[in-house]
């Protein structure tokens, strides 16, 4: 069998399943990424490359897909190199949401293509319009919006199949296409990502954190809204002068991966920092950027609270990630998180109330023997239901072999 991954940024979310596929003799794999894409083993990479556009003329409801069309013609460029090698794929796993999708039944038309459905736009109930202090719309905006799901529908239009990380990610697209989709997540390594006894987390001057310690974790790709960095921030205050010994690791890097930009060029993380700054104690409160992975997870391992906080959005790997590191989860009471917390295996609180957010926080790093039973049930969860070589590959597998009959 030879499968096709496309996605601008591989392996992302394909990366358990490559990497598994990746010692069967019967499976010959390629795949299509931009500059950023990342190589793997068993794995043919071509890159494409975005030439410098300018959309300015273009009206502003179709810009997006006007730059969604200029990277579908790279990619059927690489498409096309890639056929001219005698490369023909059985299946083709592809993310639509970059317009990435656009060529592949042109240029593939016997093949089966299974999409990535990671979420599709919508006004009502999803991130757009959740935080009234960053108000997005008017009638230009959810016109916006509407067309930000412009190649997904054609891309869902192609599609055999369609599979989704969550049940609640899945329930975004409309119904008349979540029939098509399978709920099936990639899935974590839970022997990497595992509770370590002996971790230890290194600050900068020196000092060492200890599982024990009372340690609070706040884990984003990017520090910003729709992650709740400002519900975050704004709790500081209380947890730092309630618990006078914590500190606390903020991870994560310093743009925008989703939601809106802040103003007059200024970063989220700068200001939402100055908004509390003269109310906390900045020695203990340790921004550390993006780390590598070891550092990461080490981060977990010493955790005495972890929050998590998102807006109705896509469910973050780091908040499975930290489950399966057996941290105490305090997270925002938000539709994506009804599908991992249940109550016995962390804590949800209301996205905006920061006084209920700071209360639990200090109640689980007050209290740990309490709270070990809640670790050991988000520990369980993932080992049952997200183990990558275990479970959510098998599944992927299972998925891909029955589109083939």
Request: aromatic share 8%; charged share 25%.
């Amino acid at each position: 069998m030879k499968i096709l991954f496309v996605h601008n940024s591989f392996p992302a979310q394909f990366q358990p399943l490559a990497r598994a596929l990746a010692g069967d003799s019967g499976v010959a794999m390629a795949a299509i990424g931009a500059p950023n894409a990342r190589a793997m083993k068993g794995v043919r990479l071509i890159r494409y490359r975005m030439p410098e556009s300018d959309v300015s003329g273009t009206h502003p409801f179709a810009r997006r897909f006007d730059m969604e069309c200029r990277r579908a013609e790279q990619v059927l460029y690489a498409l096309s190199t890639l056929k001219t090698s005698g490369f023909s794929p059985d299946v083709i796993l592809a993310h639509p949401g970059w317009g990435e999708t656009l060529p592949l039944r042109t240029v593939f038309p016997d093949a089966r293509i299974l999409l990535y459905c990671e979420f599709f736009y919508g006004a009502e109930g999803r991130d757009m319009g959740f935080d009234p202090e960053f108000p997005e719309g008017g009638l230009d905006g959810g016109i916006a919006l509407q067309l930000k799901n412009a190649t997904t529908l054609l891309a869902l239009s192609d599609a055999d199949r369609g599979v989704s990380p969550t049940p609640w990610q899945r329930s975004t697209f409309p119904r008349h296409f979540q029939r098509m989709i399978e709920v099936v997540h990639e899935g974590i390594d839970v022997g990497e990502v595992a509770p370590r006894r002996e971790a230890g987390f290194a600050l900068p001057d020196g000092r060492v954190l200890r599982p024990g310690d009372p340690v609070i974790t706040f884990v984003a790709r990017n520090l910003e809204p729709l992650r709740g960095y400002h519900a975050f921030m704004r709790t500081l205050p209380s947890i730092l002068e309630r618990l006078p010994m914590a500190q606390v690791l903020i991870v994560g890097g310093h743009g925008t991966s989703y939601g809106v930009k802040p103003p007059n060029g200024r970063t989220w993380k700068a200001m939402f920092l100055d908004e509390v700054a003269g109310r906390i104690d900045l020695s203990r409160v340790h921004f550390t950027g993006r780390l590598p992975r070891d550092r990461y997870l080490s981060a977990l391992h010493v955790s005495a609270a972890h929050v998590y906080l998102t807006y109705p959005f896509v469910l973050s790997w780091s908040l499975i990630e930290a489950m399966g590191a057996g941290c105490a989860i305090v997270a925002s009471d938000t539709a994506p998180l009804h599908d991992v917390i249940d109550g016995s295996n962390g804590i949800l609180v209301p996205f905006f109330d920061t006084e209920a957010l700071a209360d639990r926080v200090v109640d689980v790093v007050s209290k740990p023997r309490r709270h070990a039973e809640m670790r050991r049930r988000a520990r369980e969860l993932v080992a049952d239901r997200y183990d990558g070589a275990r479970v959510c590959v098998p599944q992927m597998r299972r998925l891909i072999e029955g589109m083939m009959c």
